[in-house]
């Protein structure tokens, strides 16, 4: 290797200091990265699952309170329908007292 230009020891200890570089940064930033985008993947998906949790809620809610108003109208359409009802009868019943008290006359 002498005849390349390559030295031997030279060329073993830029080997070991490169893998000891790589040991350390493996130590000092691969480890410790890896842990914090593992724990902000957790935090995504617990979002995520907490996003939907509050969707289907939202859902329900929406679908509790379309029931709820058609159920109102429909109350309130009955009222209007017997309010009318008793005011025919009213009209109907002061009309023929009305009569009555004419033919009297």
């Not at 030295?7 to 842990?35: A, C, E, I, R, S």
């Not at 979002?47 to 809610?61: H, P, T, W």
């Not at 009955?78 to 309010?83: S, T, V």
């Amino acid at each position: 290797m002498e005849g390349l230009g390559i030295n031997l020891q030279w060329l073993l200890f830029q080997l070991g200091n490169f893998l000891l570089l790589l040991l350390v940064l493996n130590y000092l930033l691969h480890k410790p990265v890896t842990k914090l985008l593992d724990e902000r993947r957790q935090e995504i998906d617990r979002s995520l699952k907490s996003a939907e949790k509050i969707r289907e809620e939202l859902i329900r809610s929406e679908e509790e309170r379309n029931r709820s108003l058609r159920q109102a109208r429909q109350e309130a359409g009955a009222l209007l329908a017997e309010a009318r009802e008793q005011a025919k009868e009213n009209g109907e019943r002061l009309a023929a007292l009305a009569k009555e008290q004419a033919d009297e006359l």
